[in-house]
């Protein structure tokens, strides 16, 4: 037996794809099942997919009474197929909708490993593909119900048609796999509009201007960088003048890149193969039905609320106060491409050492280079910045890590990035068992605490005394990371993958399984909804006969997750009121008042108090319940209240 055969076996054949898909499954599974519905994107899907299900409309996206018409409607196509399949859209059970992005997730380690093995080999490609399998970026996505874990899969699986069309000499099928390419790109579409496509042909670019020499990329990246460079320098007055001029500039160098590049390719025979005329017309296929449905169903207003609205706004600045400065990306490396990091230094240097150099297997390395450094570029210095738009550059940069592995298991030493890169390992890892530990807990519910107005800080921690932290699961955590410390510091690499590895899992798990759960003081909407279940309420509880009530409205509070959990009829701020229907008209109103929203909160209070004793009716008051709104940092104090339709008994 070879010190190779454990690996050998682990990979061979489909079981390598297999295991890869079943321990993204593994590590994302307590999420989908555990963590509650989220603010606020994975709500505002859920819901529209939900009321796809409630109306039978399978064009118009809505939220609520509005249209929703920011992302293309494949995402809910798949929400409602799997929440018709396994749930219901009265179940109102968010692990139903987020079945399609935790498949996603898994598929994506799949389509990964398929894409690797031309490059680097197989053994790199499953060392790397088994490092990306269990980041906490990827299975975080897999158990949140928006399009990031479909989208990386379909992404991956284009860009690993490309792959085996233009790298694989052995591929006995090269037509299929350019209409595998359409197909994916066509899907990838309905999905988040045009970031599949652009990820594939950025890399496309980028590797066959590399032909040339650097100064091609350089182009192409220096494009990218400078579209959006008017967005970070302030030149007063002329910002108008000078961003039109970034623009077309970058418009120009762009447009010159990819002329260079179609000049150059366009006799070969995987450009030809790749353009057959089946697979364009299979993307244009598959998005332009739809495309017309839904203009015809808004009155043309989806395009223009889709790209007039939702992408200019992420591109012209920071859309809904998401920005950042370039590098806001790297930073979260740190957490978000854990355990891969163990070898993302080795990964880069040994990447420009063997391009430089033209070592073994150079060309596959270029490959992964050129697929995610301009995703990098362009996300970096895109305006609008969430933590999760860089996740379709993760693969390639995986897949390099593991092709540091590799090289580092066949003798390279690599001392001074080896020691750094496992120093970052262990910062990030250290990290986030404290975070989820019991001192991270009291470190946080302190410095919330004292940023409530409406009650002390003493009281909302007495109030928060009933939460604790299971702690056993540090342990498998540290030792984990510990092994993985010791096993790297022997050299022993598969070993020190495998206890990374590990250590990843372990972190998730203890997250999704035994920390989130039970921090239900930062579930602001679990706040709400245990106001409304004192005053009997709450709909789906038998601790008390449930009262139906003609309309719910929250006050200061408009969490897309309390709409989903809740129900669609209930009204939310700004839309939410506190004027008091008579009695005949609604027998029963209830009201969820955020008293930490000043201007909302207390005068709504009193206004219900007052209008019901004019009607003479009974009132019934929860007690307070606080929490914090992670979504935006801020406290909340909830109060429900119930008005009946006459006086109280006795």
Same mark, same amino acid.
């Given at each position: 037996? $070879?010190?190779?055969?454990?690996?050998?076996?682990?990979? +061979?054949?489909?079981?390598?794809?297999?295991?890869?898909?079943?321990?993204?499954?593994?590590?994302?599974?307590?999420?989908?099942?555990?963590?509650?519905?989220?603010?606020?994107? !994975?709500?505002?899907?859920?819901? /529209?997919?939900?009321?796809?299900?409630?109306?039978?409309?399978?064009?118009?996206?809505?939220?609520?009474?509005?249209?929703?018409? &920011? &992302? %293309? /409607?494949?995402?809910?196509?798949?929400? #409602?197929?799997?929440?018709?399949?396994?749930?219901?859209?009265?179940?109102?059970?968010?692990?139903?909708? +987020?079945?399609?992005?935790?498949?996603? *997730?898994?598929?994506?380690?799949?389509?990964?490993?398929?894409?690797?093995?031309?490059?680097?080999?197989?053994?790199?490609?499953?060392?790397?593909?088994?490092?990306?399998?269990?980041?906490?970026?990827?299975?975080?996505?897999?158990?949140?119900?928006?399009?990031?874990?479909?989208?990386?899969?379909?992404?991956?699986?284009?860009?690993?048609?490309?792959?085996?069309?233009?790298?694989?000499?052995?591929?006995?099928?090269?037509?299929?796999?350019?209409?595998?390419?359409?197909?994916?790109?066509?899907?990838?579409? =309905?999905?988040?509009?045009?970031?599949?496509?652009?990820?594939?042909?950025?890399?496309?670019?980028?590797?066959?201007?590399?032909?040339?020499?650097?100064?091609?990329?350089?182009?192409?990246?220096?494009?990218?960088?400078?579209?959006?460079?008017?967005?970070?320098?302030?030149?007063?007055?002329?910002?108008?003048?000078?961003?039109?001029?970034?623009?077309?500039?970058?418009?120009?160098?762009?447009?010159?890149?990819?002329?260079?590049?179609?000049?150059?390719?366009?006799?070969?025979?995987?450009?030809?193969?790749?353009?057959?005329? %089946?697979?364009?017309?299979?993307?244009?296929?598959?998005?332009? %039905?739809?495309?017309?449905?839904?203009?015809? *169903?808004?009155?043309?207003?989806?395009?223009?609320?889709?790209?007039?609205?939702?992408?200019?706004?992420?591109?012209?600045?920071?859309?809904?106060?998401?920005?950042?400065?370039?590098?806001?990306?790297?930073?979260?490396?740190?957490?978000?491409?854990?355990?891969?990091?163990?070898?993302?230094? %080795?990964?880069?240097?040994?990447?420009?050492?063997?391009?430089?150099?033209?070592?073994?297997?150079?060309?596959?390395? =270029?490959?992964?280079?050129?697929?995610?450094?301009?995703?990098?570029?362009?996300?970096?210095?895109?305006?609008?910045?969430?933590?999760?738009?860089?996740?379709?550059?993760?693969?390639?940069?995986?897949?390099?890590?593991?092709? *540091?592995?590799?090289?580092?298991?066949?003798?390279?030493?690599?001392?001074?990035?080896?020691?750094?890169? =496992?120093?970052?390992?262990?910062?990030?890892?250290?990290?986030?068992?404290?975070?989820?530990?019991?001192?991270?807990?009291?470190?946080?519910?302190? !410095?919330?605490?004292?940023?409530?107005?409406?009650?002390?800080?003493? #009281?909302?921690?007495?109030?928060?005394?009933?939460?604790?932290?299971?702690?056993?699961?540090?342990?498998?955590?540290?030792?984990?990371?510990?092994? #993985?410390?010791?096993?790297?510091?022997?050299?022993?690499?598969?070993?020190?993958?495998?206890?990374?590895?590990?250590?990843?899992?372990?972190?998730?798990?203890?997250?999704?399984?035994?920390?989130?759960?039970?921090?239900?003081?930062?579930?602001?909407?679990?706040?709400?909804?245990?106001?409304?279940?004192?005053?009997?309420?709450?709909?789906?509880?038998?601790?008390?006969?449930?009262?139906?009530?003609?309309?719910?409205? /929250?006050?200061?509070?408009?969490?897309?997750?309390?709409?989903?959990?809740?129900?669609?009829?209930?009204?939310?701020?700004? !839309?939410?009121?506190?004027?008091?229907?008579?009695?005949?008209?609604?027998?029963?109103?209830?009201?969820?008042?955020?008293?930490?929203?000043?201007?909302?909160?207390?005068?709504?209070?009193?206004?219900?108090?007052?209008?019901?004793?004019?009607? $003479?009716?009974?009132?019934?008051?929860?007690?307070?319940?606080?929490?914090?709104?992670?979504? $935006?940092?801020?406290?909340?104090?909830?109060?429900?209240?119930?008005?009946?339709?006459?006086?109280?008994?006795?």
């Amino acid at each position: 037996m $070879n010190r190779f055969s454990v690996l050998d076996e682990l990979s +061979r054949g489909l079981r390598g794809y297999i295991l890869l898909f079943c321990i993204t499954l593994i590590a994302a599974a307590p999420g989908v099942f555990n963590i509650p519905a989220l603010d606020r994107d !994975e709500s505002r899907f859920a819901q /529209a997919s939900k009321q796809m299900l409630e109306t039978g409309d399978f064009i118009t996206i809505r939220y609520q009474d509005g249209q929703r018409n &920011k &992302k %293309p /409607a494949g995402i809910h196509w798949l929400q #409602t197929a799997t929440t018709a399949m396994f749930s219901s859209a009265d179940a109102q059970e968010m692990w139903s909708y +987020r079945i399609p992005s935790w498949i996603g *997730a898994a598929l994506a380690s799949c389509a990964l490993f398929w894409a690797g093995i031309p490059l680097i080999g197989r053994r790199a490609a499953f060392l790397g593909s088994a490092l990306f399998s269990v980041g906490i970026l990827l299975t975080s996505e897999a158990h949140i119900s928006k399009t990031d874990g479909v989208l990386v899969a379909i992404t991956t699986l284009g860009v690993a048609a490309l792959i085996h069309l233009i790298k694989d000499t052995g591929n006995s099928r090269p037509k299929a796999t350019a209409i595998l390419f359409w197909f994916a790109m066509g899907f990838g579409f =309905l999905i988040k509009g045009p970031v599949t496509p652009m990820v594939a042909f950025l890399a496309l670019a980028f590797y066959f201007l590399s032909e040339r020499g650097w100064k091609w990329p350089l182009i192409l990246c220096g494009g990218l960088v400078v579209l959006f460079l008017d967005t970070y320098v302030n030149l007063g007055p002329a910002n108008f003048v000078a961003g039109l001029l970034f623009k077309t500039v970058a418009v120009l160098m762009l447009g010159i890149a990819v002329l260079r590049c179609v000049l150059d390719q366009r006799k070969e025979e995987w450009f030809r193969t790749l353009f057959w005329w %089946p697979g364009p017309v299979l993307f244009v296929a598959m998005i332009i %039905p739809w495309l017309i449905a839904i203009q015809l *169903a808004t009155d043309g207003q989806f395009l223009e609320g889709a790209l007039g609205k939702d992408l200019k706004d992420k591109v012209v600045g920071a859309s809904e106060g998401h920005g950042g400065p370039p590098g806001y990306h790297i930073l979260y490396l740190l957490t978000h491409f854990f355990p891969a990091t163990l070898f993302l230094i %080795p990964a880069i240097v040994q990447s420009v050492k063997a391009i430089r150099h033209k070592l073994d297997m150079h060309e596959g390395v =270029l490959f992964l280079v050129a697929w995610a450094v301009p995703t990098w570029v362009l996300f970096e210095f895109l305006p609008t910045k969430l933590s999760h738009y860089v996740l379709p550059a993760y693969p390639p940069l995986a897949l390099l890590c593991g092709y *540091a592995v590799w090289k580092l298991m066949e003798g390279v030493r690599l001392p001074v990035s080896r020691y750094a890169s =496992l120093a970052i390992f262990l910062l990030g890892g250290g990290l986030m068992a404290i975070i989820a530990s019991p001192l991270g807990e009291q470190l946080f519910m302190r !410095e919330a605490a004292g940023d409530f107005r409406s009650v002390s800080g003493e #009281t909302v921690m007495e109030a928060w005394s009933v939460y604790t932290v299971t702690s056993w699961p540090l342990i498998i955590i540290f030792a984990g990371l510990l092994l #993985t410390l010791f096993y790297s510091v022997l050299r022993r690499y598969q070993m020190a993958v495998l206890f990374a590895v590990i250590s990843s899992f372990a972190i998730g798990w203890h997250i999704r399984i035994t920390f989130l759960p039970e921090q239900t003081w930062l579930q602001a909407t679990w706040a709400a909804r245990e106001t409304l279940k004192d005053i009997c309420v709450l709909p789906g509880e038998d601790e008390c006969e449930l009262i139906e009530a003609s309309q719910i409205h /929250a006050i200061g509070y408009a969490e897309p997750s309390f709409v989903f959990t809740t129900g669609t009829d209930v009204r939310i701020t700004p !839309e939410s009121s506190s004027e008091l229907p008579s009695a005949d008209e609604a027998p029963y109103m209830a009201y969820v008042i955020n008293l930490e929203s000043q201007e909302l909160g207390p005068p709504a209070l009193e206004a219900v108090r007052a209008q019901a004793a004019e009607q $003479n009716r009974c009132v019934t008051e929860s007690g307070p319940v606080y929490a914090l709104n992670y979504s $935006n940092g801020d406290p909340v104090h909830f109060v429900s209240v119930l008005v009946g339709p006459g006086p109280c008994e006795g």
